[in-house]
Structures are given as C-alpha cells and as structure tokens.
C-alpha cells in the first residue's frame, strides 16, 4: 500500500506565505514525477507545479515567479513554497505522484489540505 499524506495548508493574508508538505510512504520502489493540484469552489482541478526524479520543474502561468516545488528523494517528499498569495490561490491543494510498486508503475493522490487566502 502506497499513502500520500499532505500537511502545511492553512489560512493566510494576501501577500503571505505557506510551505505544502507531501510525503509518500508505503511499498516504494521508486518515485517518478511528483505534483500538486488544485481545485477552487465550483472549479475543475487543475494542475500547480511537477518535478521530475531528475528536478525539472514546471509551474502553471498562475503561479510561475510565486510558487516553487521542490522534493526530497530521500525522503520521499515533495513540497510546495508558496509567495505572495493571493485570494485566488484559495483552493484545496492535493500532492499526485507516479510511484513503481512492484514494477508498476502507479498513480496516487493524497486527501488534500485547504489553503485559504483571506484578510
């Protein structure tokens, strides 16, 4: 069994910050790409950030100079810094990682965490 269990979300002021945590535990080969998504009230999901094994990293337009992923193999983990928040980046953010198991190859989805920018 693989779990992703996200912490770190929160209310904040507009202009604040918040650091998103997501570590993945469980029958872990290895950890291929790593992401976060959102969805906002009435809204699809939609993607944030993803970092490769390697660290590549890709962000959302939304998002690009504000908000930076970074993981830590090590550990398993992946983490979402985020900048200058603004009442649109409330949402509740959920961690999505491509994790072999066994030699597959898996898609998994943590229970996401609210992040609420209000003044």
């Known amino acids: 069994q693989v779990q992703l269990v996200e912490s770190g979300g929160g209310l904040v002021q507009p202009g604040g910050s918040l650091r998103l945590s997501c570590a993945a535990s469980g029958s872990i080969f290895s950890i291929n790409v790593m992401a976060w998504y959102r969805q906002a009230p009435g809204k699809q999901r939609e993607l944030v950030a993803t970092i490769i094994n390697g660290g590549t990293t890709n962000y959302a337009d939304s998002v690009k100079g504000r908000f930076t992923i970074s993981r830590d193999n090590a550990k398993n983990t992946v983490y979402l810094r985020m900048n200058s928040l603004k009442p649109e980046d409330t949402a509740v953010y959920y961690c999505?990682?491509?994790?072999?198991?066994?030699?597959?190859?898996?898609?998994?989805w943590g229970q996401g965490t609210q992040v609420t920018v209000s003044s």
């Open positions: 999505n990682a491509d994790i072999f198991v066994r030699g597959t190859l898996n898609n998994y």
